[in-house]
T-cell receptor, first 110, second 120 residues
Framework: RKEVEQDPGPFNVPEGATVAFNCTYSNSASQSFFWYRQDCRKEPKLLMSVYSSGNEDGRFTAQLNRASQYISLLIRDSKLSDSATYLCVAILSGTYKYIFGTGTRLKVLA | DAGVIQSPRHEVTEMGQEVTLRCKPISGHNSLFWYRQTMMRGLELLIYFNNNVPIDDSGMPEDRFSAKMPNASFSTLKIQPSEPRDSAVYFC??????????????????FGPGTRLTVL
């Protein structure tokens, strides 16, 4: 079983739609979580950190469920520019290691 | 800040040649990571350093790969000899930790633009 798992997609959604991605992690000792965005042929870039209480940044909402060991990303009012691959990241407690999921591909259609 | 700097951005070489990739982390960051990304295998962690010391190199594919971090502002990843299956995008990333396994307030990882390596 992979340490961080994501549905690879692609998720094809119309502009203006709301879309949600989930990511599960296997190690309950994981301490910190992030969502990254990667555009085609570019480097991954931080989208947002994920806090225990949940957090929002504009159209983006991230949530953490430690009991079920998953994190989620909700995108409201999708834009064409949101088309990218979204990578879920967990840091293992007691390490400096960032564990990346394989990513979920999103395509927002006009 | 200039961000993480990598060079070269593109490298085309022939099988058997030595390849050296370079990375300058964000000033003040104390951890540095080398990743490789391919369509088939996704993003793979090769090795990471904390305070210039290699901590985990279990992701290095084989002895042909080596990495060094002689000081806080420079790291290299060397492949010798290179093979066609090494073709990939190699990313360097850096982050800040405030103590032993304690993430700094902004402990997110910042990536360089990558080096696209093609081995013919």
């Amino acid at each position: 079983r992979k340490e961080v798992e994501q549905d690879p997609g692609p998720f094809n959604v119309p502009e203006g739609a709301t879309v949600a991605f989930n990511c599960t992690y296997s190690n309950s000792a994981s301490q910190s979580f992030f969502w990254y965005r990667q555009d085609c042929r570019k480097e991954p870039k931080l989208l947002m950190s994920v806090y225990s209480s949940g957090n929002e940044d504009g159209r983006f909402t991230a949530q953490l469920n430690r009991a079920s060991q998953y994190i989620s990303l909700l995108i409201r009012d999708s834009k064409l520019s949101d088309s990218a691959t979204y990578l879920c990241v967990a840091i293992l407690s007691g390490t400096y290691k960032y564990i990346f999921g394989t990513g979920t591909r999103l395509k927002v259609l006009a | 800040d200039a961000g993480v700097i990598q060079s070269p951005r593109h490298e085309v070489t022939e099988m058997g040649q030595e390849v050296t990739l370079r990375c300058k982390p964000i000033s003040g960051h104390n951890s540095l990571f080398w990743y490789r990304q391919t369509m088939m295998r996704g993003l793979e962690l090769l090795i990471y350093f904390n305070n210039n010391v290699p901590i985990d190199d279990s992701g290095m594919p084989e002895d042909r790969f080596s990495a060094k971090m002689p000081n806080a502002s420079f790291s290299t990843l060397k492949i010798q000899p290179s093979e066609p299956r090494d073709s990939a995008v190699y990313f360097c990333a850096s982050s800040l930790w405030s103590g032993l396994f304690r993430l700094a307030a902004d402990g997110s990882q910042y990536f360089g633009p990558g080096t696209r390596l093609t081995v013919l």
